[in-house]
């Protein structure tokens, strides 16, 4: 009994250490279980937002695509001043309703009068576009502004593109504003400045649209939230150009490290008793939730810098890389050369076959082009049927050549597009950096002066830059 009670202290020290850092460990793994979930749910969150608003800046550049598709078309500039009503509806409003889903099409006369009104698919009298004007204004008076400055160029050495674009209100919704002047796609139709004809399109933020938005990146719940509705952490506001909060597109959250807690949950319970398991356990359930996240950033990253149509470079990295190909040319004695192509008469499969053949030539195209080059070089989609290609380690300009000739060579062979067997030929414009002050934006602009006297002798071939080229374009060159 004396022993006993001389006993009792120590094991209740020994008892009471146990537990204190049983508890300890378990609030430790507690703890660091805690801040995990809510640093996961945190970074997922944020990367949720970034990719659900590249998706939106996306569907805005798509409306201004497709609304570029016919604006920029000989056909509209002569049938929109000729007054052909039919034409209009079969061309430029109900079928810009039906294939693309604009919901709204106006046409506007140089003085901004309306000749042609079109609402989710019906035609209406051109006077009812006065019950949008007071919205559409501002954006219809920028594009007007923009037409009567003088012509820019943008960075490619083209002219900067006569549209302007916003989000705004209609009817109560938040909508997509895309405006631009129908303009002749060749020299065959002559329009006075000042004479340009708007073509207006307005594609509504509905809860379809987004979804279809949010499906690109797994993203579920996604719906519209007016201004009177509570928001949540997962969602973006939708803001005009004047910095007007319209309405916010929302989700549901994907809560990566809440999920993993749900899960583990069991084995949490169960590691009361298996304290050893439990920590192994959490270790690795830690590991995968953090290579997850890793994974979906890396995701994130190849996405803002790969074209998605072909899983090309995008311009972005195109320009990052030919930047560094030629800071490294300019420590040794190799030279950096740049191919600039473009399929010849792209325009005419799209108009010919569809918008779907002319993506699948584009994605058979970039595989032809990586297919040619070396490991060690670049092939880039920069826009639309536009390739660039970065060789390294060129000695002089007959190696630039001697690519070229076998692009032009793979390029000859047949498409096969659906159902037709197609042939395609391309120009390209060959640039070679001078030395060691070469300049990237410079080496582009001469690849795109060449490209563009390769087009004008007759196509299907290459032309390399000459210091000459510089004079003619100016020589050439209206006023």
Do not use: C
């Amino acid at each position: 009994m004396s022993r006993r009670l001389q006993r009792s202290p120590l094991t209740f020290q020994v008892t009471l250490t146990v537990m204190a850092l049983a508890i300890f460990a378990l609030a430790m793994v507690v703890g660091f279980g805690f801040y995990a979930t809510v640093q996961a749910d945190s970074v997922s969150l944020e990367r949720q937002k970034i990719l659900f608003a590249n998706g939106m800046r996306d569907r805005m550049a798509a409306v201004d695509r497709e609304q570029e598709s016919i604006a920029v078309w000989d056909d509209s500039v002569i049938n929109a001043k000729a007054g052909n009503v039919d034409w209009m509806i079969d061309n430029i409003s109900v079928w810009m309703y039906s294939y693309y889903g604009h919901d709204r099409v106006y046409v506007l006369d140089a003085a901004d009068r309306p000749v042609h009104a079109m609402r989710e698919g019906n035609v209406l009298a051109p006077a009812r576009y006065s019950e949008d004007e007071p919205v559409l204004l501002p954006t219809v008076e920028r594009v007007r502004r923009l037409i009567r400055e003088p012509a820019k160029e943008d960075l490619a050495g083209g002219p900067v593109k006569l549209a302007a674009g916003d989000l705004v209100e209609l009817d109560g919704k938040p909508a997509i504003l895309s405006i631009m002047p129908l303009v002749p796609s060749s020299d065959r139709v002559i329009q006075t400045p000042g004479s340009e004809y708007l073509h207006i399109s307005v594609d509504f933020i509905t809860d379809a649209l987004l979804a279809k938005i949010a499906g690109q990146y797994l993203l579920a719940g996604a719906r519209l939230l007016p201004l009177s509705q509570p928001v949540g952490g997962a969602a973006i506001p939708l803001v005009d150009s004047h910095g007007v909060i319209l309405a916010y597109a929302g989700w549901d959250q994907e809560r990566p490290g809440s999920a993993l807690v749900r899960e583990a949950g069991p084995a949490l319970i169960g590691g009361a008793l298996l304290a050893a398991g439990v920590l192994a356990f959490l270790l690795r359930r830690l590991r995968r939730a953090s290579s997850a996240l890793q994974t979906s950033q890396a995701e994130a990253q190849y996405l803002a810098f790969h074209d998605t149509l072909t899983g090309l470079p995008n311009r972005a990295l195109f320009e990052d890389r030919l930047r560094r190909a030629l800071l490294t040319a300019s420590h040794e004695t190799a030279k950096v050369a740049l191919l600039y192509l473009d399929l010849d008469r792209f325009k005419h499969v799209n108009d010919t076959l569809g918008h779907p053949a002319g993506d699948e030539l584009v994605r058979q195209t970039a595989a032809r082009l990586q297919q040619a080059i070396r490991e060690v070089d670049t092939v880039a989609r920069l826009g639309g049927d536009e390739f660039a290609m970065i060789l390294i380690d060129v000695d002089d300009i007959r190696g630039a050549e001697d690519v070229s000739e076998g692009l032009l060579q793979k390029l000859q062979e047949p498409f096969k597009l659906a159902d037709d067997q197609v042939f395609v030929s391309a120009s390209i414009g060959i640039a070679l950096s001078t030395g060691p002050d070469a300049d990237a934006d410079d080496l582009l602009r001469k690849a795109d002066i060449a490209l563009y006297e390769a087009k004008k002798n007759g196509r299907g071939r290459y032309q390399v830059f000459a210091g000459d080229m510089d004079d003619l374009l100016l020589r050439q060159a209206p006023g």
